[in-house]
């Protein structure tokens, strides 16, 4: 295990380990223990219990924080002919179809978020090995698979994160920076909770929400009590 350097442990002593704190108070904590030069990211994660390897729980999906993330997502849009002018007109960054294709092919990744029209999917397929291991390849779960394309580009630009659980249970979703008001992100926190407490999978058994955290990027993380988030 890489050892911890001195500021880690300076801000980790202002936590409490064993204690489960109430929303806003971990948020507020989560900023302070933030020891990093730059506008760190808050972000939370989850432990879930449920089985990954099971289709019926491998939990999966997207949702618009309110507050957005602080970060603007360049977006990328794979379509044609008319759906080529409305992703231009709805503010993409980039769009095409085969030349993209052959940028990425050749080591292309200037781009957060890539949208395909279902028809195109065919094409973009074939990138599956390049963008599968980085997370970029568009599904519908996630909204960026559609003929709906300046919708998706409007909830990316307005601050849509995805989230998928990892074979170890854990979901981690960014909800902004250190720079934020504590209530925005509060806000961010609940919507995201609340997301996931739906996505709840039916045949999940026991305890649902084994543990919740939020952290900056390279702070301590701080245990949040649901309890708290459910009473509010």
């Keep these: 295990m890489a050892k911890k350097?001195?500021?880690?442990?300076?801000?980790?002593?202002?936590?409490d380990r064993s204690k489960a704190y109430p929303v806003a108070e971990a948020i507020d904590l989560a900023k302070k223990t933030s020891y990093a030069?730059?506008?760190?990211?808050?972000?939370?994660a989850f432990r879930l219990g449920?089985?990954?390897k099971r289709a019926d729980q491998n939990i999966r999906g997207a949702v618009?924080?309110?507050?957005?993330?602080?970060?603007?997502?360049r977006v990328l849009v794979f379509a044609k002919g008319e759906k080529l002018k409305e992703a231009e007109a709805a503010g993409a960054d980039y769009v095409g179809d085969t030349e993209y294709i052959n940028k990425i092919q050749q080591g292309w990744f200037d781009f957060d978020v890539i949208v395909a029209t279902p028809d195109m999917m065919g094409e973009v397929g074939k990138l599956g090995r390049v963008l599968g291991p980085k997370g970029l390849m568009p599904n519908p779960k996630?909204?960026?698979?559609?003929?709906?394309?300046?919708?998706?580009?409007?909830?990316?630009?307005?601050?849509?994160v995805e989230y998928r659980v990892d074979k170890a249970g854990n979901i981690h979703v960014p909800i902004g920076k250190t720079s934020f008001e504590n209530?925005?992100?509060?806000?961010?926190f609940t919507t995201?909770?609340?997301?996931?407490?739906?996505?709840?999978p039916s045949a999940?058994?026991?305890?649902?929400?084994?543990n919740v955290t939020v952290s900056s990027t390279m702070g301590p993380g701080v245990k949040v009590d649901p309890s708290s988030v459910a009473a509010r």
Excluded: W
């Design 5 to 15: 350097g001195k500021k880690y442990i300076e801000a980790a002593k202002l936590v």
């Design 37 to 44: 030069k730059f506008d760190a990211t808050v972000e939370v």
């Design 50 to 52: 449920v089985d990954p």
């Design 64 to 73: 618009v924080l309110p507050n957005g993330t602080g970060k603007t997502q």
């Design 142 to 160: 996630t909204g960026t698979v559609t003929f709906d394309v300046a919708r998706a580009i409007a909830e990316i630009k307005a601050g849509k």
């Design 183 to 188: 209530e925005k992100l509060v806000e961010n």
């Design 192 to 200: 995201v909770f609340d997301t996931m407490l739906k996505a709840k």
């Design 204 to 210: 999940a058994k026991g305890t649902y929400m084994k």
